[in-house]
């Protein structure tokens, strides 16, 4: 079965510290993508990063950093020197390769988010 | 760049009446996910359609129905709505059905059901 947890349901800390979201997935495919969204108050989903099963390179984009681990099945996201508008809610979805005629359709599943709330 | 339009963006129904949820997905993308949100919950799949066809189900209750048109802009349909039903709802589309294509997400429809 496809399945994401996201441990932390909540998480506060303040302002300028760094903050790291854990994301452990279950797939039995070999095959698939991670992606983690951020859903601020107003309630869009807005997307992060997006990283395919063969591709364990950690990537950093600014304040933003992601640890991919195939080996737990990881893919946490640190937040470097963490500002207010940061928080929101973060959710890691987990999506596996569409076969044609295998009935995979590339539809997410989600983890339970974490909400993180930074504190001036 | 275009994005994924959705329309209403707040719904307030009673007990028992329909309601029509419209997503119009980036032009020439062929593919629509739909998907519930709770109150306090993670996005939950619906249902999708590649090229207006129904593409994969999930756990959506039978009063709920969808469709994919041919301009590839699609509707929930939802009847003898319950309180339960209160929700965001999200459209996202995608140029087709692989898994490397990414998913852009519509700003969602919030659904309160009175």
């Known amino acids: 079965a496809q399945k994401v947890t996201q441990a932390q349901t909540e998480i506060s800390v303040v302002e300028k510290e760094d903050v790291t979201l854990d994301c452990v997935y279950e797939t039995r495919d070999t095959t698939y993508y991670l992606f983690w969204y951020k859903q601020p108050p107003s309630g869009e989903l807005v997307f992060l990063i997006r990283?395919?099963?063969?591709?364990?390179q950690n990537e950093i984009s600014g304040r933003y950093s992601w640890n991919f681990q195939k080996s737990t099945s990881s893919f946490n996201f640190t937040i470097t020197a963490s500002q207010v508008v940061d928080s929101a809610v973060y959710f890691c979805?987990?999506?596996?390769?569409?076969?044609?005629?295998?009935?995979?359709?590339?539809?997410?599943?989600f983890g339970q988010g974490t909400t993180l709330q930074v504190k001036p | 760049a275009a994005g994924v339009i959705q329309s209403p963006r707040h719904l307030i129904k009673e007990k028992r009446e329909t309601a029509t949820l419209k997503c119009y997905p980036i032009?020439?993308?062929?593919?629509v996910y739909w998907y519930q949100q709770g109150p306090g919950q993670d996005p939950q799949f619906l249902i999708s359609f590649y090229e207006k066809m129904q593409s994969d189900k999930g756990s959506i209750p039978d009063r709920f129905s969808a469709q994919q048109f041919s301009d590839y802009h699609s509707e929930l349909n939802m009847s003898s709505l319950e309180l339960g039903d209160s929700a965001l709802y999200f459209c996202?589309?995608?140029?087709?059905?692989?898994?490397?294509?990414?998913?852009?997400f519509g700003p969602g429809t919030r659904l309160t059901v009175l």
């Open positions: 990283r395919n099963s063969f591709d364990e």
């Open positions: 979805a987990l999506r596996y390769a569409y076969e044609h005629g295998s009935g995979n359709t590339g539809k997410l599943i």
């Open positions: 996202a589309s995608s140029p087709g059905l692989g898994a490397g294509n990414e998913q852009f």
């Open positions: 032009p020439r993308h062929d593919t």
